[in-house]
T-cell receptor, first 113, second 110 residues
C-alpha cells in the first residue's frame, strides 16, 4: 500500500513556541491531505483539509491562525502549531487520500510543557 | 453532518470471534472503512465497503447495509495481538474527508 511518512514522531516544546510537523506521501502524489487530532482514549477529529496550491479548509472550531497548514507540493503538507499551549498537547495524525482508502502517517505526539 | 456510533469496549477470549457493530447517519455516503489502532500508533487500514454485502479478508470480514446505515467488523480466531481500538469511519459523497466513530476497544484474553 501507499506510504505516508510523518515527522517528527515525538516532540516536546515549551509553552509559547511553535512546532512544525511534516507529512509526506512517499510513493504517490497527494493533492489532498488531512490533519487529525486525537486526545487520549478518543477518536480522531478532523482539523483541516490541506489542498496543494491553495488554502487549507478548516473544520468548525479550529483556529486557522493557530494551526497553520501549508501544502506547497504534491508530496508534502506541513502543520505548524503556533504559540503552543499545554492544552495543545495531543496526538496529531496526517493522512493522504488515495483510492479508495486514506493512508495515515505514523502520528506525532506533541507535549507542550 | 455525520453521526457514527459503535460500542466503547468489548472483551473476548483468544481463538473466539467478536463482532463490532457500527451504525451511521450521514448527509452523504461514499464508503465505510474500518481501521485498527494500537495505543500510541496511527490507524492502519483493515477494510472498505461501498456496496452492500460482506467483504472477507483473511480473519477479518466487514459487512455493510446502506439502507440500514449499518456495518459490522468480524474478527475471527482472535489473537492477543488483536487487542486494539477499532475505528469505524464514513466517507461522505463527493468529499473525501473521513468521519470517525469513537472507536471500540477490544481486549483479547487468554
Amino acid at each position: 500500500g501507499a506510504v505516508v511518512s510523518q515527522h517528527p514522531s515525538r516532540v516536546i516544546c515549551k509553552s509559547g513556541t511553535s512546532v512544525k510537523i511534516e507529512c509526506r506521501s512517499l510513493d504517490f502524489q497527494a493533492t489532498t491531505m488531512f490533519w487529525y487530532r486525537q486526545f487520549p482514549k478518543q477518536s480522531l477529529m478532523l482539523m483541516a483539509t490541506s489542498n496543494e496550491g491553495s488554502k487549507a479548509t478548516y473544520e468548525q472550531g479550529v483556529e486557522k491562525d493557530k494551526f497553520l497548514i501549508n501544502h506547497a507540493s504534491l508530496t508534502l503538507s506541513t502543520l505548524t502549531v503556533t504559540s503552543a499551549h499545554p492544552e495543545d498537547s495531543s496526538f496529531y495524525i496526517c493522512s493522504a487520500r488515495d483510492i479508495p482508502e486514506a493512508f495515515f502517517g505514523q502520528g506525532t505526539r506533541l507535549t507542550v510543557v | 453532518g455525520q453521526n457514527i456510533d459503535q460500542p466503547t469496549e468489548m472483551t473476548a477470549t483468544e481463538g473466539a470471534i467478536v463482532q463490532i457493530n457500527c451504525t451511521y447517519q450521514t448527509s452523504g455516503f461514499n464508503g465505510l472503512f474500518w481501521y485498527q489502532q494500537h495505543a500510541g500508533e496511527a490507524p492502519t487500514f483493515l477494510s472498505y465497503n461501498v456496496l452492500d454485502g460482506l467483504e472477507e479478508k483473511g480473519r477479518f470480514s466487514s459487512f455493510l447495509s446502506r439502507s440500514k446505515g449499518y456495518s459490522y467488523l468480524l474478527l475471527k480466531e482472535l489473537q492477543m495481538k488483536d487487542s486494539a481500538s477499532y475505528l469505524c469511519a464514513v466517507r461522505a459523497y463527493n468529499d473525501y474527508k473521513l468521519s470517525f466513530g469513537a472507536g471500540t476497544t477490544v481486549t483479547v484474553r487468554a
